[in-house]
């Protein structure tokens, strides 16, 4: 057995590119309803798991669970996908300290707050493989 292999399975990283929300990957749920509908299932099944998750938000606090949404209502429903990134991976870094300071504080804040150690600052993704 490797040395990895008693660990928790780390599969995903995200390295974020830009700090700008409109920038931010979208896909319309209707191409996931046409070619990819399991997965579009299982995008379900996480942001249920992630909106029920009890993230320490007041009860009705519906403003944070729509921008936390992995699903985005308010343009044609679509399927966050850096919301998706965020929440799937064991690590989500920037490009640059600063980069990863600022992330954290803008459009990933609700994100830092519920996954505070998920998110790190290697610079340019660039890390010696540690397992």
């Known amino acids: 057995m490797g040395p990895c292999l008693g660990r928790h399975a780390a ?7 830009t ?23 299982i995008i379900y099944l996480i942001n249920r798991a992630l909106l029920e998750r009890g993230d320490g938000s007041p ?3 519906n403003e944070r669970r729509s921008r936390m949404s992995l699903i985005d209502e308010g343009h044609g429903r679509q399927v966050r996908m850096a919301h998706l990134a965020t929440v799937a991976s064991h690590t989500v870094n ?16 609700d994100f830092a707050e519920l ?17």
């Not at 996954?115 to 397992?131: K, L, M, Q, S």
Request: charge should be positive; aromatic fraction near 12%; glycine fraction near 4%.
């Open 11 to 17: 599969v995903f990283s995200y390295t974020n590119h």
């Open 19 to 41: 700090l700008l929300p409109e920038a931010l990957e979208v896909w319309p749920v209707a191409f996931f309803e046409r070619l990819l509908p399991r997965h579009l299932q």
């Open 59 to 61: 009860p009705h606090d």
């Open 94 to 109: 920037g490009v640059a300290k600063l980069h990863s300071d600022l992330m954290q504080r803008t459009i990933f804040a």
């Open 115 to 131: 996954y505070p150690d998920r998110f790190t600052n290697v610079t340019n993704g660039i890390a010696v493989r540690r397992c």
